[in-house]
């Protein structure tokens, strides 16, 4: 099971950091993600890290913004958003998938999702 949160309302430039908890059965694979959807748009991706090495990619409408990391003590994702803008505004949810592939941005690359969290960028 994943958990989100730290999700709220913040005015444009400002920061917020998101957490995604694994918990419940232990899960062994090395793929977590957030991904986002805004209203009337597909889900989209916007990071991922490999679990074991730390690896990370993000999305270029996010690269030097936003930062996924991992707390692995807490087996915990976490994403960094600063300089925010109203276009960020979506429910941003995490993923855990078994591999870190080709399909590593892609929806179909996870099978566990977590519930979402809501942000909202005010102008």
């Known amino acids: 099971q994943l958990q989100a949160s730290g999700g709220g309302v913040v005015q444009a430039g400002g920061s917020l950091r998101l957490a995604c908890v694994a918990s419940?059965?232990?899960?062994?694979?090395?793929?977590r993600a957030w991904f986002r959807q805004a209203p009337g748009q597909e889900r989209e991706f916007v990071a991922t890290?490999?679990?074991?090495?730390?690896?990370?990619i993000v999305a270029d409408s996010v690269k030097g913004r936003f930062t996924i990391s991992r707390d692995s003590a807490k087996n915990t994702v976490f994403l960094e958003m600063n300089s925010l803008e109203p276009a960020d505004t979506a429910v941003y949810y995490c993923?855990?998938?078994?591999?870190?592939?080709?399909?590593?941005?892609?929806?179909?690359?996870?099978?566990?999702w977590g519930q979402g969290t809501q942000v909202t960028v005010s102008s």
């Open positions: 419940g059965r232990t899960f062994s694979g090395v793929g």
């Open positions: 890290l490999h679990w074991s090495t730390g690896s990370t």
């Open positions: 993923a855990a998938g078994a591999f870190w592939g080709s399909r590593r941005t892609t929806l179909d690359g996870y099978v566990y």
